[in-house]
């Protein structure tokens, strides 16, 4: 098991999220690798859910079609278990309960650690009933990250002081998706977290490009982008590994181009 800290270690962390299954699970293999090679630190796997509440129309997209491919949670555990000895970095899976519930919660745990998953992330579980969730994890060493988002005002201080792996900071309310413009104060939370805790913060939902990426850096440990990336391989599908491994070096090299 890899810790998810080792991704902010001496620099900035550009995290990428990919749908697994999206156009189909060999592209998911070679975008994974492509990613790897282009400087992304950690990576955020997806998997297709058929009703993603935290997800915008994009990522929706994504995982409609990746499910109608024939996409199962089985066969995204045989994917990363074929790759994972090749890929050195820190990988999560992204996820929602149901998913959790419909495999049996042990028993996806147990594989997670069997094929070198490091951690999750479950949008639809609160910080309050995250006690149901965390002993599975912990039984397994897989680190359950959390989130904490505009709205959590109070509750920053005593998520963060919980969180394990990477605190995961929701630039804006609402969904994922490409944002033009980000005017939370990102500042404000991730001080208010290191103010109890010492866990690396990565900004997340609406970040597309180095600019952006950048800006979030010099006030975060990192920056997670995924809705830009899955909309370059909704454009060009099985093409994509090219383009989106020039994106992600784009983005990566801005990430690392902040001191730390």
Do not use: W
Request: hydrophobic share 40%; aromatic share 8%; glycine share 8%.
């Amino acid at each position: 098991m890899i810790k998810l800290r080792t991704a902010f270690e001496n620099k900035k962390a550009f995290i990428a999220f990919l749908t697994a299954g999206d156009p189909d699970l060999e592209t998911t293999e070679k975008l994974i690798y492509e990613m790897v090679k282009n400087g992304v630190d950690l990576i955020e796997i997806g998997i297709p859910f058929s009703d993603p509440i935290a997800e915008g129309v994009v990522i929706q997209e994504a995982d409609i079609r990746s499910l109608a491919n024939g996409t199962t949670t089985e066969k995204i555990f045989d994917m990363v278990e074929k790759i994972r000895p090749n890929v050195k970095i820190p990988l999560v899976f992204m996820t929602y309960m149901n998913v959790l519930f419909g495999y049996g919660t042990d028993k996806f745990m147990s594989r997670c650690k069997d094929i070198g998953i490091d951690g999750i992330i479950v949008p639809d579980v609160p910080y309050e009933e995250k006690d149901e969730l965390l002993p599975y994890c912990h039984k397994y060493g897989i680190e359950l990250v959390s989130l904490v988002a505009p709205t959590s005002h109070d509750r920053i201080t005593k998520i963060a002081k919980d969180a394990e792996g990477f605190l995961y900071v929701v630039s804006s309310l609402g969904v994922t998706g490409v944002r033009s413009e980000i005017k939370t104060d990102i500042n404000e939370i991730v001080s208010l977290a290191k103010s109890v805790s010492d866990i690396p913060c990565a900004v997340g939902f609406g970040i597309s490009t180095p600019e952006q990426a950048e800006k979030m850096c010099s006030n975060a440990d990192g920056a997670i982008v995924g809705s830009a990336i899955v909309k370059i391989i909704a454009k060009y599908g099985k093409d994509s590994v090219k383009p989106v491994g020039e994106y992600v070096k784009s983005m990566a090299d801005a990430c690392h181009s902040v001191s730390v």
